[in-house]
Each structure stands twice: as structure tokens, then as C-alpha cells.
């Protein structure tokens, strides 16, 4: 008899054990990519509460391996084009196994799972990188998310100007306009881009001069640990003297000369709070826990 038909008719299972949590772990190890990290092929998804799992597992046996697979997963993916690295956040899922095309949606619940997942590697590690991607992803939440009136909005669309992705995909003459010419160079070389583009069209396959901003391992590397060296480094220097950085630039432009992301399920209610289920992790800001109280008042007095 099938696990279904067992369900379906009133059967009781086992008891839940240490062999079911080993059985468990097993299947993830011989799923796990340990070249790009996270499970499976092709397209990807962040799955963290896999990730959840594992940090749980490792602190319940020790298994080294464990923590590595979660680690090695959370850089992959922030260092790759599912995650937005002009504006932070998430997006759905990748659709190679690279963690860099991702289908341009972004879900209020991936930010939450992100979120806690980066904030309890932090906390078994204390790597600032997982801080860092932390506060990052909440930033975005707190500026894109976060509704006037109280709560969270569900998603963003994929799409604007009816292309998807279109809001998030960068020409090198886009770049050059928002940053100048030098200064673009240094963000074009140090996050991928290519003159052809590093985007392909969905159908035909061909470069489309569009590029994902990303970075690859050792990029990132030299950026944060090695900040007085880099060129990136000393170009954002310079810039922060004057009062300003890469992101704000690249993001004013995308405001002034990109059409914004049409959210159909922004006109929706306020999502029903998925990031107050574990905001008790989140001591690292009063605005972060503001946000989540404004959401939880809302909710209690519609209730």
C-alpha cells in the first residue's frame, strides 16, 4: 500500500526518530550540486527550509558537512543573479543550475526563509557575510514590501513593459549612463557583464545585450575582504565622498528611465504576515521589529 492510500485510510505511522533525520540527510547529500551548491538540477530553487534542516541537523550530531552544504548554498546564491544585487532581494527560483537566470519574481516568503536562513548561519558561524545578506534582504523588504497602510505585500511581478525580467536587466549603455564611463567599467568587469550581454533570450537563445549583474566567487572575495586593494573598492571611495554610491546610482536610474514593476498582487490585502511566524529571530534592528508589530496590529484588529 502506497504512503497516500496509508493516509487516505487512518493508518498511524512510526515513530519519528533519528534514522528518519539520517535517512533524511543522506538524501540531501547525494542530491547536493557541491560545485554551485543547493540540490537537484536545473531550474533551482533557494529551498531553505532544506537549509533550516540541515543547520539542525548539524548541531544535533555535529556533522561537519552538514553546515557546509548550507554555507556553500546561502554564497552561491547571493553571489549569483537570483539574488538582485543593485536593489537585495530574492527572486523565485534560477532557471540553470548557476543560480544566475532567475525567473524575475519575487515572493514575500522567499525574503522570509532567506532571511531566517542567513540569520541562524550567522548565528552557528558568526560569518558577517550571512549578517550582511540578512540586513540586506530586509532593507529591500522594508523599502519595497512594506505597505503604507500596515503589513507586507505578497510578490512582485516578473515583468514590466510586458518582458520579463526587463526592470532588473542591464545594457552597458544603461550602466554608463547611470555611473559614467569609468566608473562603469570597473562595476561592468567586477559583475559579470558583457558586451554582448550575458542574458539570453528565452526562444532564440541568442545574446540579447543585456546583462545580470553577479559576481563570481573570487570577485567577491576581493571586494569584501580585500576593500583597501580592489578597484571596485576604490571607486565606491571615491564615490561615497561625494555622498553618494553604486547602488543609490543604479537605482535612481532605474526609477527616472525604467518603466516599475507591475505588481498586480500589490492591489491585493497586505500578505498575512509570513515574516511574523520568526520575528523574534530578528533582534538586529527596532525598525525590522516596527514593521513586523505595524503587520501583527493590522492583522489582530481584522480578526
Same mark, same amino acid.
Given at each position: ?14 515513530? !519519528? ?5 539520517? #535517512? ?15 540540490? &537537484?538540477?536545473?531550474? =533551482?530553487?533557494? @529551498?531553505?527550509? @532544506? ?15 552538514? !553546515? ?10 547571493? +553571489?549569483?543573479?537570483? %539574488? ?8 523565485? $527560483?534560477? @532557471? ?9 519574481? /519575487?515572493?514575500? $516568503? ?29 532593507? $529591500? ?11 507586507? $505585500? ?5 515583468? *514590466?513593459? &510586458? ?15 547611470? !555611473? &559614467?564611463?569609468?566608473? #562603469? ?19 532564440? +537563445? ?13 570577485? %567577491? ?6 576593500? /583597501?586593494? +580592489?578597484? !571596485? ?29 507591475? #505588481? ?28 513586523? #508589530?505595524?503587520?501583527? *496590529?493590522?492583522?489582530?484588529? =481584522?480578526?
Amino acid at each position: 500500500m502506497c504512503i497516500r492510500d496509508r493516509l487516505q485510510n487512518g493508518y498511524a505511522g512510526g515513530d !519519528l526518530n533519528a534514522s528518519h533525520l539520517d #535517512a533524511c540527510y543522506q538524501t540531501l547529500q547525494n542530491t547536493y550540486d557541491p560545485t554551485f551548491g543547493g540540490f &537537484g538540477q536545473q531550474p =533551482k530553487f533557494p @529551498t531553505c527550509h @532544506t537549509l533550516s534542516f540541515l543547520l539542525r541537523y548539524h548541531q544535533r550530531t555535529g556533522e561537519k558537512n552538514a !553546515l557546509e552544504m548550507v554555507k556553500q548554498t546561502l554564497k552561491n546564491i547571493r +553571489h549569483g543573479g537570483i %539574488y538582485d544585487q543593485v536593489g537585495f532581494g530574492i527572486h523565485r $527560483y534560477s @532557471t540553470d543550475e548557476k543560480w544566475l537566470v532567475p525567473h524575475f519574481e /519575487k515572493m514575500l $516568503y522567499d525574503q522570509a526563509l532567506f532571511t531566517i536562513a542567513n540569520l541562524e548561519t550567522y548565528l552557528v558561524t558568526k560569518d558577517k557575510f550571512f549578517l550582511r545578506s540578512c540586513r540586506e534582504t530586509l532593507e $529591500y523588504v522594508i523599502r519595497e514590501l512594506t505597505s503604507e497602510e500596515g503589513g507586507f $505585500y505578497s510578490a512582485e511581478d516578473a515583468d *514590466s513593459e &510586458g518582458e520579463e525580467g526587463k526592470f532588473y536587466l542591464w545594457s552597458m549603455e544603461e550602466l554608463i549612463e547611470a !555611473l &559614467g564611463e569609468k566608473n #562603469a567599467s570597473v562595476y561592468a568587469e567586477s559583475f559579470q557583464f558583457k558586451k554582448k550581454g550575458n542574458y539570453l533570450d528565452e526562444l532564440s +537563445h541568442e545574446l540579447t545585450g543585456n546583462n545580470i549583474p553577479h559576481l563570481s566567487r573570487s570577485e %567577491y572575495g576581493k571586494i569584501i575582504e580585500d576593500k /583597501k586593494k +580592489h578597484p !571596485l573598492s576604490e571607486v565606491k571611495n571615491s564615490i561615497n565622498k561625494n555622498d553618494f554610491n553604486f547602488k543609490k546610482q543604479l537605482n535612481k536610474f532605474k526609477e527616472q528611465n525604467k518603466i516599475a514593476i507591475v #505588481a498586480e498582487v500589490k492591489k491585493a490585502s497586505p500578505s498575512k504576515g509570513v515574516f511574523v511566524n520568526d520575528f523574534d529571530h530578528l533582534s538586529i534592528a527596532n525598525q525590522y521589529l516596527e514593521s513586523g #508589530a505595524a503587520c501583527l *496590529s493590522i492583522l489582530t484588529e =481584522k480578526n
